[in-house]
């Protein structure tokens, strides 16, 4: 809403210099704060502004014992989200990544 030009230039700057467009990949939190909301609505603007670029979003899912208390709200919204606007949505784990 607020940051949708500054947002849309950014990914415009990015865009240009390609020939060609393979795919675009967005990396997202979804436990909460800024990378939840924000990452959905870029994510969205991204698929408006380029319909026939292929999306992938890729959600980290947050620790089962986060520092958020409505987190497991926040990444319910945010994959519903992931899958209405992304061709390919790939979650990771962050509690599988900590013990490696």
Known sequence: PQV???VWE???RSVEPL???G???ALQSVAGGTGSGLGAFVTGQVREAL???PVAAALVWPFETGEVGVQ??????SVTAAYEVADA???LENEQHAQL
């Open 4 to 6: 949708a030009e500054e």
């Open 10 to 12: 950014a990914v415009r």
């Open 19 to 21: 020939d060609r467009l």
């Open 23 to 25: 795919a675009v990949v």
């Open 51 to 53: 319909p026939r670029a």
């Open 72 to 77: 497991a709200y926040n990444a319910a919204l």
């Open 89 to 91: 949505v790939v979650v």
